[in-house]
C-alpha cells in the first residue's frame, strides 16, 4: 500500500530521479517552454513553482537555496534576472501544463509544460535577440565603411 507517500517514483532510484527532475526543471528556465510526459511534466511542475515562490523573494537565501536545488548558475540568473520579476504579480499557477498527443512508441501521453504567462516572456527573449542584430548589423556597415 501507498499510505502518505508523495510523488512518483518513475522506475528509478532517487539519484537518478532526482537528476531528471532537475534537468527538466533546467531545461523549463532556459526554453521557458519543455514537452515531456504528462506524469514527468506534474513533477516537474511542483518543483519548478517553488523555486519560482524563491526566485520572487530575490534575496541572497532564496539565491542559494535555488542553487542547493538546481546546481546551473546559467538557469538561476535567468530565473532570478528575468522570470521572477516579470511573475511579480502573480500568487502562484506560474506554470501551465497543456497535453498534447500520445507519443507513438510506447503510447504514453505527452504534455507541454509552459509558463502561463508565456507570451509575455518570449517577447522579452525576442527583443533582446532584436537588439543583437542590430548591433551586429552596425559592426558590419562601420567594417564595410573601414
Do not use: W
Not at 530521479?17 to 504528462?38: P, Q, Y
Not at 536545488?69 to 502562484?92: E, H, M, Q
Not at 512508441?105 to 508565456?118: I, P, Q, R, T
Amino acid at each position: 500500500m501507498r499510505h502518505k507517500v508523495a510523488g512518483k517514483g518513475f522506475g528509478r532510484n532517487t539519484n537518478q530521479r532526482k537528476a531528471l527532475l532537475r534537468g527538466l526543471v533546467i531545461s523549463l528556465f532556459e526554453h521557458l517552454k519543455i514537452e515531456t510526459t504528462l506524469a514527468k511534466a506534474k513533477e516537474a511542475r511542483k518543483i519548478a513553482e517553488r523555486l519560482i515562490t524563491f526566485g520572487k523573494k530575490g534575496d541572497l537565501n532564496s539565491r542559494r537555496v535555488v542553487l542547493a536545488r538546481i546546481p546551473n548558475k546559467k538557469a538561476v540568473a535567468r530565473l532570478f534576472g528575468d522570470i521572477a520579476p516579470k511573475l511579480s504579480g502573480r500568487n502562484g499557477g506560474y506554470l501551465r501544463i497543456v497535453k498534447t498527443r500520445v507519443r507513438p512508441g510506447d503510447n504514453s501521453s505527452m504534455a507541454v509544460l509552459e509558463f502561463s504567462d508565456y507570451e509575455i516572456l518570449r517577447e522579452k527573449k525576442a527583443e533582446k535577440g532584436e537588439k543583437k542584430k542590430a548591433k551586429e548589423e552596425k559592426k558590419t556597415t562601420k567594417e564595410e565603411k573601414a
